[in-house]
């Protein structure tokens, strides 16, 4: 399987963006997926979940409200909309598939958000 | 809450080197391990606690149920310069990962 994030880039605070996950290799609409970041220096931090029809979505307390996650099952893509950037939104957002553990991770996608 | 230690880990080659991981509550062997080396993204390393992936080497052994869970390299090779998250997938969301032991040479 391979996840190809996109769609990062600098961004002023309070503005939005989109990042994109392509899959191939696997049947994506057969897996959930997850969202997971990691600022500069720092570990690894959960941001959000999608049920493998799309219908259930979870998001961590520190971007709920926000940011907001969707799949294209037909399209093998995975979204996440980013409103109301924060400075402390700045990391590198990898695409992660989920089979009970994190089996397969995107290469990632750097977000920077600053004035 | 996943709770790794040490920190920071400095060995030489060659050495066997133990990481722990623990979590606040019992999480049964639903615990995985991720190696991130420098400038990369993370990758499965263990999961179920004591299962290789694919492709991991078998020096890499992983231990532990409950709440404490180990992961032992048997001989230190240099390309095993990384940091090592935890992570229990037992109960969420919210997904928790430990903090991270960064081994170097």
């Known amino acids: 399987g391979r996840l190809v994030d996109s769609g990062g880039g600098l961004v002023r605070p309070g503005g939005s963006l989109t990042l994109s996950c392509a899959a191939s290799g696997f049947t994506f609409r057969s897996f959930e997926m997850n969202w997971v970041r990691q600022a500069p220096g720092k570990g690894l931090e959960w941001v959000s979940y999608i049920s493998s029809d799309g219908n259930t979505k979870y998001y961590a307390d520190s971007v709920k409200g926000r940011f907001t996650i969707s799949r294209d099952n037909a399209k093998s893509s995975l979204d996440l909309q980013m409103n109301g950037l924060r400075a402390e939104d700045t990391a590198i957002y990898y695409c992660?598939?989920?089979?009970?553990?994190?089996?397969?991770w995107g290469r990632g996608a750097l977000v920077t958000v600053s004035s | 809450v996943m709770t790794q230690s040490p920190a920071t880990l400095s060995v030489s080659p060659g050495e066997r080197v133990t990481l722990s991981c623990r979590a606040s509550?019992?999480?049964?062997?639903?615990v995985a391990w991720y190696q991130q080396k420098p400038g990369q993204a993370p990758r499965l390393l263990m999961h179920?606690?004591?299962t290789r992936a694919t492709g991991t080497p078998a020096r890499f052994s992983g231990s532990g149920s409950g709440t404490e869970f180990t992961l032992t390299i048997s001989s230190l090779q240099s390309e095993d310069v990384a940091v090592y998250y935890c992570?229990?997938?037992?109960?969420?969301?919210?997904?928790?990962f430990g903090g991270g032991t960064k081994v170097e040479i």
């Open positions: 992570h229990q997938y037992n109960n969420w969301p919210p997904v928790t």
């Open positions: 992660v598939r989920v089979n009970g553990y994190f089996d397969y």
């Open positions: 509550q019992t999480v049964g062997i639903n």
């Open positions: 179920g606690a004591s």
